[in-house]
């Protein structure tokens, strides 16, 4: 191991595993690596970590280093932001020729015909397709398992990595790629990045392109990455942006903090409320402004994002021409619920608008909001699939009511590393933002990064330890 904290890739070959996306591509730009050398470095790791966590349903070994090939012959490699960087792709996400399954054996199983255009834009810009992740059927829950496999997380096997981008980040946070696409309809990339001690941005409504069924406008397509920079790619990337370092706002922020329960009978932990005033007590150190003030969700308000998340059960059912009789039990009670659901009008555009108006006037004398993400420890990592539909949604509500808001809302929304909890699991905080705040938020996150640096990978299967232990 080297200084840059990587694992040996072979003669001539210097050290990749570990290091961030930003390095390896600088790197392979250069011609210090090769994107074959780097794509092959990093199968190897996953090899050696895959069976404990189960992050991939499939692995593209012959398929990536081919692209990896590509990357290395291609004239305009010295120009490409993300050149060799090995990225693994949530399954509803389509790859041209691979199936995506929605994490359902119910969906039709013939292979995607083109790219979705962030999967186009990641490959246009370098980067290597390894994997596609595993996650929940049709992306609904908290948790990612699927018959015959339960995903963990490296930070303790016998947690979830969460949902329903918990195969994303499973991979990530075991060093198996440096970046990976997910979506967020309701949490879905804020809270595997909250269990896995990752940093996400959740961007605001039209920034990203998002999926074909984005349950009536809550999904968003963004990525997992260990560093505030690497993030900030990935998302310039995905965006179509300029891929540039986020801009100083050129003066302190003023930004808004709230631990209020938002769902009555679910506080707020003791650990996750002092995650938060930590990093308001690191805000202030850093010349910003901090002021208290709640965060309230109308009822009106919270019973669109739950008819909005029961619809999307029965929309995605419809646009993926699934077999109702062959999802799960849980998923078959949440499309059937949605179906009464949208039956009965209750997807009212007017209430999603108004929460909208309602969040962007919060933000009219103040630049974001630093809140709680989770109310507790990771969910166990258990087939949550063979347990009742309510026994899910209870469990989800209860730990993860700080972030569909934001989906509703349709506005920006950043999770990142806030400490450990006192058992060793991650903690967490998010920042979220009015209308185009993305750019503000990678910002502040990685001023947060610098005065509070934070280990990158699980400690058990850290790519930049000499060795990957066995886990305890």
């Not at 994490?103 to 186009?120: L, R």
């Not at 995605?316 to 699934?322: G, K, M």
């Not at 709680?372 to 009511?401: C, D, V, Y």
Request: aromatic share 4%; net charge neutral.
């Amino acid at each position: 191991m080297d200084a840059s904290g990587g694992l040996p890739v072979g003669a001539g070959g210097g050290t990749v595993v570990g290091l961030p996306a930003t390095e390896l591509a600088a790197r392979v730009r250069s011609g210090e690596l090769s994107a074959v050398d780097v794509v092959r470095a990093h199968l190897a790791h996953l090899d050696e970590v895959e069976p404990r966590i189960g992050a991939f349903r499939v692995v593209r070994r012959a398929a990536a280093l081919a692209e990896a090939a590509a990357v290395d012959a291609a004239p305009d490699r010295g120009s490409l932001p993300l050149a060799g960087v090995p990225i693994a792709v949530k399954d509803n996400v389509p790859v041209a020729g691979e199936t995506c399954t929605e994490g359902s054996p119910a969906c039709p199983s013939a292979p995607a015909a083109e790219d979705h255009p962030v999967v186009a834009r990641a490959r246009a810009a370098g980067a290597v397709v390894v994997g596609i992740t595993r996650m929940p059927e049709l992306g609904l829950y908290a948790s990612t398992d699927v018959q015959g496999a339960v995903c963990r997380n490296p930070w303790d096997t016998a947690r979830s990595p969460a949902g329903s981008s918990g195969g994303s980040a499973a991979a990530v946070a075991s060093g198996s790629v440096p970046l990976a696409l997910g979506n967020d309809g309701m949490g879905s990339l804020r809270l595997p990045a909250a269990a896995c001690g990752l940093v996400t941005l959740k961007p605001g409504r039209g920034v990203v392109p998002t999926l074909a069924g984005d349950w009536f406008g809550m999904v968003e397509n963004g990525a997992l990455a260990t560093t505030v920079a690497d993030l900030a790619l990935a998302h310039a990337v995905l965006a179509g942006l300029a891929p540039e370092p986020p801009a100083d706002p050129g003066r302190p922020l003023r930004i808004a903090v709230s631990t209020r329960a938002l769902v009555p009978g679910v506080p707020t932990d003791g650990p996750a409320k002092a995650a938060v005033d930590a990093v308001a007590g690191l805000l202030a150190a850093a010349g910003h402004t901090v002021v208290r003030r709640p965060l309230v969700v109308p009822p009106g308000a919270a019973a669109g994002a739950l008819a909005r998340w029961m619809a999307g059960a029965d929309e995605a059912a419809d646009a993926l021409a699934v077999d109702r009789q062959a999802l799960q039990p849980r998923s078959r009670t949440h499309a059937r619920i949605g179906r009464l659901v949208r039956r009965a009008g209750l997807v009212r555009p007017a209430t999603a608008e108004r929460f909208r108006e309602r969040m962007t006037a919060f933000f009219e004398d103040v630049d974001l909001l630093l809140t709680p993400i989770t109310t507790g420890p990771p969910l166990p990592a258990r087939p949550w699939h063979e347990r009742s539909f309510a026994a899910n949604i209870a469990a989800n509500a209860r730990w993860a009511p700080w972030a569909p808001p934001w989906n509703l809302a349709g506005l920006p929304a950043l999770v990142l590393p806030a400490g450990t909890r006192p058992e060793g699991h991650p903690l967490a905080v998010q920042l979220a933002g009015p209308p185009g705040a993305e750019t503000r938020l990678l910002w502040i996150a990685g001023e947060l990064e610098r005065r509070q640096p934070w280990r990158r990978y699980a400690p058990v299967f850290d790519p930049t330890e000499p060795a990957v232990a066995a886990p305890g």
